[in-house]
Nanobody, 126 residues
């Protein structure tokens, strides 16, 4: 399985970006997939995941911050995972990664992530 992120860039506060994670080697319908982000010097943190059944799970640590602004979805026709990010804030500045695993629960949580992309940088200026 190969994951390739794209769509990062530099935007001003309040702007939007749409991140894509092109997936090859596996049908994303059968994958549990998620988005993570990492700031230099800090640990990678989970943002949101979507299970093979379509259930979506926002990581508790970021749910209050991103719910309503970040939306995860699967484009099954393109075998691509999407993260639509609106109303971006400087605190959203990070490198964003997509990841995939083959198992999860019915709430959209993935039990483990076996495959990772290389990441795409998102920079939000004030």
């Amino acid at each position: 399985v190969q994951l390739v992120e794209s769509g990062g860039g530099s935007v001003q506060t309040g702007g939007s970006l749409r991140l894509s994670c092109a997936t090859s080697g596996y049908n994303i319908k059968r994958l549990c997939m998620g988005w993570f982000r990492q700031v230099p010097g800090k640990e990678r943190e989970a943002i949101v995941s979507v299970g093979s059944g379509g259930d979506i799970y926002y990581a508790p640590s970021l749910a209050d911050s991103v719910k309503g602004r970040f939306t995860i979805s699967k484009d099954n026709a393109q075998n691509t995972l999407i993260l639509q990010m609106n109303s971006l804030k400087p605190d959203d500045t990070a490198k964003y990664y997509c990841a995939a695993g083959t198992s999860g629960n019915r709430r959209g949580q993935c039990w483990s992530y076996d495959y990772w992309g290389q990441g795409t940088q998102v920079t939000v200026s004030s």
